[in-house]
């Protein structure tokens, strides 16, 4: 059989590793035969192929050594960087209704990346990412991106493949069906942005600016390496050509978002849904924009038009639900939940939702049972001390005390910086009856650890005020005050509670 | 030159010019400037010092000032107070603020204060009283009366709000608390004459969340205007408050508009899971509804929250006979009748009207009819008895042929003519909803 045949045969039947044996045995009789050269580029590139413009993690550095950063201080509702103060328009969205996660945004329906923490200081920053669980880059070029490419590297038993360093950039950017092969193996498998941008952009010129595919990889190119600004441009003049795809529309919407420009990055998406009616990825970004800004209506309006003609986007069922869920309609999003559940994806915390919602609708039978699943898929712990969180209150609402104070410190054994399950303790320890001072030492004390780990939280500081003014502690009282109001600062108690403190400040 | 060789004292024009201006940053770059050594110069870096929360700093600053004077007396301690530390006001004060000026009401008013922290109460009265008769201020007014409140002597506490109100009449927090004390304490047609009037004068301005509250609770339930309730509760302009969320659903429920009322509950609940008149509503309404299971995982819940208050055990009775666990029921009812809080009518009367029904101790029930008397002439003008448990009551006393030996029935003779069957009213009871005090620790 033609080598070639069997090769293209074995790569359209995505056996990559044979085919790029064969490709190799071929290459080692006749080093310079440009197909079996470009396709075992393309075996290896398709092996580690990741869909980048989804998994990626902004960085420490990225973060806050940021030179794109317009104002210090954003306007409300125009950046997702700026301590995200969500007025609370309806009751949905309400702190003290809605939680917030680590980044201070509302609680969202699915875990993405970057819906992790975003750290506020540098000292914050630089603590996080010593402890397991928030593994964060330290910059974006390190981390995930160069482990993809060490371990392309050990699948080859004699060394690199090619050399990056010592191509001729220049001459192959003028072989059309070499450049864009070879620029996808740099990129993905040698993982070298540097020579990729290099190639991007001799190959650009060569084809006189007329090819969208290449300003668009320049685009990516320059996004990679931090340089927004250029990025922006050459998507832009990207998005000039008629025939360019989606996925252009999406890379500029990333730029925007990193620039922190949402409502940029909003418009472009309106853009792309006026070229492209009905694409379910630009309704979904800016779906999850509009979560971001705290705007849910819009958000929701948008993940039911992405079910309507996707009807098994995950993303959208699980934020659909979220919003019910905390819209007081536990009933609705337990349907939303099963629906998932029917789609095949079978996991702790969905489960773990199910639970939640069968206790909202007040059908305990199914609870525990829930719960008891959750447990049992659970593989990390954070999401075991979660469960064992959401048991705490069920128990709660039973009205058992002491049980709920186990199923709180099994969330702590789990997970010992569970902010909110220490609160929780301190709650509970405070509604005792008879309080002596080592119940009120023990309570502090819990509190004091809620609010050190959950720099989000504005209950553990609202709560320690409150112990403060009672046990006339007043200074302690104003410290702990003036933190929750920062976090929240339309508390209405808490705000009565400060104006309280506040006169006995000013009555020297 | 001529400047500097100025007395330094005579810059305090311009410090204190700046401090009332809030230019505090000015102000101390300027007594830097001057590297003024001044009392007065240190007693406004201290006061800046307050401002910018700095407590400890403030309180050097103010004891590095050598002479002897009230005003400065006065900073410290109050400096003290701010840092809890209360023992060493009251030192403080007894040895040398009170030897300078013996009537300064400020001074009193502060050692009362600290007084009240350390639990010396007849103390901090005292000491409020000092201050009381130096001035015509509110505040000693407020802590006085709280201070009688702490020792439950209502009356008099009633009395210091009140000559409180008469000084100053358009506070509106102080014309609250009289409101509520009045109506809580067995005087409630003045208490709510006081709220209505209030009500009159704040109509519109939202955001006053108690005295919405306290108003809303009146109107709902003494003047049956459910209307005028539900819209002080919007004006209230607040969703993060569980009681008033508790108060919509009894105006809800009042209008027999059950799922709306049942999901205001809800979110109360959400918003307060400690809280077991939540959960009694709750339950209430779900045994309304017929949701039997839910209404005794609620009313459990209040049960086990409320230490054991008889009307809910009444109400766990109930529920459990209609899921048809005779056993429990029995027990439960026994619980709610021999409660340690006290005799209560409602309990009675469940307990006897299932020892009927059920056929299984008239001698039982006929006894238990007698204690539900009893309880009616003790406490006849209490509101705890209203015209469907006396209607129950009476039909009851028809079916054991005792009708006419009742107390009630010798008075206005106006719920004779009824006579349906004796089941339809033994599962209501008096809605207690109404908390007014605000909640005490946010849930997450």
């Known amino acids: 059989m033609d080598p070639l045949f069997k090769a293209l045969s074995l790569f359209r039947r995505r056996r990559y590793e044979a085919c790029a044996n064969v490709c190799s ?80 945004r509302p609680i969202t329906g699915m875990l993405r ?68 092969p070879l620029f996808e193996y740099i990129l993905f498998v040698e993982n070298d942005v540097r020579h990729a941008l290099d190639l991007a952009a001799e190959s650009t010129q060569f084809h006189q600016f007329k090819d969208w595919w290449w300003k668009l990889s320049l685009g990516k190119c320059y996004y990679k390496i931090g340089m927004l600004r250029d990025a922006e441009n050459q998507i832009r003049s990207a998005l000039k050509h008629n025939e360019c795809t989606v996925d252009a529309f999406l890379w500029l919407g990333k730029v925007y978002i990193r620039m922190d420009q949402p409502l940029a990055a909003l418009e472009v998406y309106r853009n792309g849904l006026d070229k492209f009616p009905g694409e379910t990825f630009l309704m979904t970004y800016a779906a999850r924009i509009h979560e971001a800004l705290a705007e849910m209506d819009e958000s929701i309006k948008l993940y039911k038009d992405v079910l309507r003609h996707d009807a098994i986007n995950v993303e959208a069922i699980a934020c659909i639900a979220m919003n019910h869920f905390y819209n007081d309609q536990p009933e609705i999003a337990l349907r939303y939940y099963r629906r998932i559940l029917q789609m095949g994806t079978c996991n702790a915390e969905l489960y773990n939702n199910i639970g939640l919602c069968c206790y909202y609708s007040q059908q305990f039978d199914m609870t525990i049972t829930c719960f008891e699943r959750a447990l049992m898929y659970s593989d990390s712990d954070e999401t075991t001390a979660d469960i064992w969180y959401n048991l705490a209150h069920i128990v709660l609402g039973a009205g058992d005390r002491q049980l709920a104070i186990l199923c709180n410190r099994l969330a702590l054994v789990s997970n010992n910086e569970h902010p909110e399950a220490y609160n929780n303790l301190g709650v509970i320890e405070m509604s005792k009856q008879n309080l002596t001072t080592s119940n009120i030492q023990q309570t502090k004390s819990f509190f004091q650890a809620a609010g050190a780990n959950g720099k989000h939280l504005y209950e553990p500081h609202y709560n320690l005020a409150l112990i403060g003014e009672k046990s006339g502690h007043y200074d302690f009282c104003y410290q ?19 104006n309280r403190i506040k006169k006995l400040y000013e009555s020297v | ?26 102000c101390e770059k300027q007594i830097q400037k001057h590297n003024a050594k001044s009392e007065y110069a240190s007693y406004l870096i201290g006061l800046i010092k307050l401002r910018q929360s700095d407590v400890k700093g403030a309180i050097t600053e103010f004891t590095s000032i ?84 702490i020792e439950s002597d209502t009356k008099s506490a009633i009395f210091v709000i009140r000559r409180a109100t008469e000084l100053s009449p358009n506070d509106a927090t102080l014309n609250t608390k009289l409101g509520l004390l009045l109506f809580a304490n067995g005087m409630s047609a003045k208490g709510v004459d006081k709220l209505m009037q209030l009500s009159h004068l ?36 607040n969703f993060e408050s569980p009681c008033l969320w508790n108060n919509v659903a009894i105006c809800f429920a009042s209008r027999k508009k059950f799922v709306a009322a049942v999901s205001c509950l809800k979110r109360a609940l959400y918003l307060n899971t400690l809280d077991w008149k939540i959960n009694y509503n709750l339950g209430l309404l779900n045994l309304q509804l017929r ?31 209609n899921l048809e666990d005779d056993t429990n029921a029995r027990q439960a009812h026994i619980t709610a009748t021999k409660s340690p809080h006290g005799a209560f009518p409602l309990p009675l009367l469940n307990y006897a009207i299932y020892l009927h029904t059920t056929d299984m101790d ?47 029935t010798k008075e206005p003779p106006t719920h004779h003519a009824i006579a349906n069957s004796i089941n339809d009213g033994h599962a209501d009871s008096e809605n207690k909803g109404n908390t007014i005090k605000e909640e005490n620790q946010a849930d997450c």
């Open chain 1, 25 to 104: 045995e071929y290459l080692e009789k006749n080093p310079y035969d440009q197909a079996f050269w470009t396709l075992k580029m393309r075996c290896l590139s398709q092996q580690v192929y990741v869909d980048d413009l989804e998994a990626d993690e902004e960085g420490i550095a990225e973060l806050l050594m940021d030179e794109n950063t317009i104002a210090q201080v954003a306007r409300p509702g125009t950046s997702l960087k700026t301590a995200a103060v969500i007025a609370a328009k309806t009751p949905g969205t309400s702190l003290s209704i809605r939680p917030v996660m680590q980044t201070g």
């Open chain 1, 113 to 180: 990346p970057g819906t992790h923490g975003r750290p506020g200081t540098m000292e914050h920053a630089l603590k996080t990412p010593r402890t397991a669980k928030t593994a964060r880059p330290m910059t974006s070029s390190s981390g995930r991106f160069v482990r993809l490419g060490t371990a392309s590297m050990l699948s080859q038993r004699d060394g690199p493949f090619i050399n990056v360093a010592r191509l001729n950039i220049r001459k192959y950017a003028t072989i059309c069906g070499v450049s864009k």
């Open chain 1, 480 to 498: 702990n005050i003036k933190k929750a109001l920062e976090l929240y600062p339309t508390h209405y108690s808490a705000n009565e509670l400060f």
């Open chain 2, 1 to 26: 030159m001529t400047n500097e060789l100025k007395n330094k004292e005579s810059y305090n024009w311009l410090y204190h010019l700046h401090y009332i201006r809030g230019e505090f940053e000015t």
């Open chain 2, 66 to 149: 050598k002479s002897n004077e009230t005003t400065y007396v006065k900073a410290i301690a109050r400096c003290l107070m701010l840092l809890g530390r209360h023992s060493n006001v009251c030192e403080l004060i007894r040895e040398s603020g009170l030897k300078l000026s013996p009537n300064d009401w400020q001074l009193w008013h502060i050692l009362g204060t600290a007084y009240m922290h350390l639990g010396q109460i007849s103390l901090a009265k005292d000491a409020f009283q000092h201050s009381l008769q130096a001035t015509n201020q509110i505040e000693p007014f407020l802590l006085l009366s709280q201070c009688h409140l």
């Open chain 2, 202 to 237: 704040s109509a519109n301005s939202p955001g006053n969340l108690s005295l919405a509250l306290a108003v809303g609770s009146v109107l709902q339930e003494i003047k049956m205007d459910i209307d005028g309730a539900l819209y002080r509760y919007k004006m209230a302009n």
């Open chain 2, 291 to 321: 949701q039997f299971a839910s209404a005794f995982h609620y009313l459990k819940t209040a049960a086990t929250l409320s230490n054991g208050l008889p009307n809910v055990f009444s109400l766990l009775a109930i529920c459990l006979e």
């Open chain 2, 362 to 408: 008239r001698d039982l029930a006929i006894e238990l009819l007698m204690e539900y008397e009893q309880c009616w002439l003790k406490r006849r003008a209490n509101i705890d008895f209203d015209e469907n448990m006396i209607k129950t009551a009476t039909k009851l006393a028809q079916a054991l042929n005792l009708s006419s030996h009742m107390a009630w």
